[in-house]
């Protein structure tokens, strides 16, 4: 007779915070990822049209939509990044690695797709 697992559904561990993201981004230590970061928040929030939050201890989001998966439902921003120590989490090791028209390109079709399938 085959076991049945039950999957245990638990509060998301990375919520929406009232952290200042502004804050956040101004304890970046190394000056070129502060900057990069400071940019792609600009951006972002250009794209967008949102105001910025932080979502944990570490990554900036804009706007909000739900994912439900097997382990239930839960928010999370449509658009995002993490200006972590050893790179900048787009997965890009600093913003001068990419080409900017391009990531605005690319952050604009992912807003604009997310917000048309999920508000």
Do not use: C, H
């Amino acid at each position: 007779m085959a076991r049945k697992t039950t999957v245990r559904k638990s509060a998301p561990k990375t919520t929406r915070t009232s952290a200042s993201v502004a804050d956040y981004i101004a304890a970046v230590v190394d000056n070129k990822r502060r900057a990069d970061a400071k940019a792609v928040d600009k951006m972002m929030r250009d794209v967008s049209g949102e105001k910025r939050a932080m979502w944990g201890p570490s990554i900036i989001g804009y706007g909000e939509w739900v994912n439900v998966n097997t382990l239930g439902a839960a928010p999370w921003p449509k658009i995002g990044f993490s200006p972590r120590k050893a790179s900048l989490v787009l997965y890009v090791n600093k913003l001068a690695d990419v080409d900017q028209k391009v990531l605005r390109e690319l952050t604009t079709k992912s807003w604009k797709r997310m917000t048309a399938k999920y508000g």
